[in-house]
């Protein structure tokens, strides 16, 4: 999803009450606010289908599916940061909130042109300090790639994925073709 960063600069207990009545979603990076833009067709049609395949997977297990409007927190060493990921999956059986979860064990981004650097960078290093995230997935919507950030203790392990392949999502035991998470965008990217 583009981003349109602002300078304004907020408490943590202002950013959550203005969110919950705002009419555009804004992530929060250590007291600054970046409001988030509209994201393209491409991009909405793959975070469904992830989102649909996951939560079908999951259906009657304790674990939640959810896309793009539950956020994540994540608060370690000082630093405190509130994200929308495109889905996100938590097996968490207390949440904090009915806005927000801390505890996910899989985390999907569906990268942006303007997000992409942001989302390969920053949040990956923000991601990587929750303890029961077990990966963090980056899906290009304008080329066939997949890549998956395996995290364990103190080290991530990237896996790349290409047209062909079967991408494996271990903290949810699912296997799904690469060609599946692109199934609705299928003629832009695939020689069919």
Avoid: W
Wanted: charged letters at 25%; aromatic letters at 10%; a negative charge.
């Amino acid at each position: 999803m583009a981003l349109a960063p602002t300078e304004i600069r907020v408490s943590l207990e202002e950013y959550l009450h203005r969110e919950k009545s705002s009419d555009v979603k804004h992530e929060y990076d250590n007291g600054y606010i970046v409001a988030m833009a509209g994201a393209s067709r491409s991009h909405n049609l793959i975070a469904l289908t992830l989102a649909s395949e996951i939560k079908q997977h999951l259906k009657g297990k304790s674990c939640r599916t959810y896309i793009s409007d539950m956020k994540v927190h994540i608060q370690k060493q000082g630093n405190e940061h509130f994200y929308y990921p495109d889905v996100m999956v938590s097996c968490d059986d207390q949440p904090p909130s009915e806005y927000y979860e801390n505890n996910p064990i899989l985390i999907i981004e569906v990268l942006s042109p303007s997000t992409e650097t942001r989302d390969k960078l920053e949040k990956l290093s923000a991601y990587s300090r929750i303890s029961s995230l077990v990966e963090y997935f980056t899906i290009a919507q304008n080329k066939v790639e997949v890549h998956r950030y395996s995290m364990s203790d103190d080290s991530t392990l990237l896996t790349t994925y290409q047209d062909g392949d079967t991408v494996e999502f271990s903290s949810i035991g699912l296997f799904l073709p690469v060609k599946d998470i692109y199934t609705d965008v299928v003629g832009k990217l695939f020689n069919d």
